[in-house]
């Protein structure tokens, strides 16, 4: 079956960098997109970045571009999210997801077009 296992979360200041894994086992990841969403306390699920199934490109929602990055290994099956320059505001629990479609030929920023998710990872950012 599909699963998906994040990791890597924890607590940093403020300015300081931490990177997310997404494991992904059960399917043919190199064909798949895949998304990292968040959810902070209070407020509903935004979109954070996607990776293109073929890994060649990749879309960020405005409030991480410049800071956050995505990336993939499709040898491991794996998805990262690297991300610099943490503000407070970007404490939060993160999600990965897989595209509900294969080689869909778009990125997408909604969550109702990713099937699968993680269990999520907590990221505190604190001052």
């Known amino acids: 079956q599909v699963q998906l296992v994040e990791s890597g979360g924890g607590l940093v200041q403020v300015g300081n960098s931490l990177r997310l894994s997404c494991a992904a086992s059960?399917?043919?990841?190199?064909?798949?997109?895949m998304g990292w969403f968040r959810q902070a306390p209070g407020k509903e699920r935004e979109f954070v970045a996607a990776?293109?199934?073929?890994?060649?490109?990749?879309y960020y929602a405005d409030s991480v571009k410049g800071r956050f990055s995505i990336s993939r290994d499709n040898a491991k099956s794996t998805v990262y999210l690297q991300m610099n320059s943490l503000k407070l505001e970007d404490t939060a629990v993160y999600y990965c997801?897989?595209?509900?479609?294969?080689?869909?030929?778009?990125?997408?920023?909604?969550?109702?077009?990713?099937?699968?998710w993680g269990q999520g990872t907590q990221v505190t950012v604190s001052s």
């Open positions: 059960g399917f043919f990841f190199r064909s798949y997109a």
């Open positions: 997801a897989r595209s509900s479609v294969a080689q869909r030929l778009r990125l997408s920023s909604l969550a109702t077009e990713y099937d699968y």
């Open positions: 990776s293109h199934w073929n890994g060649n490109s990749a």
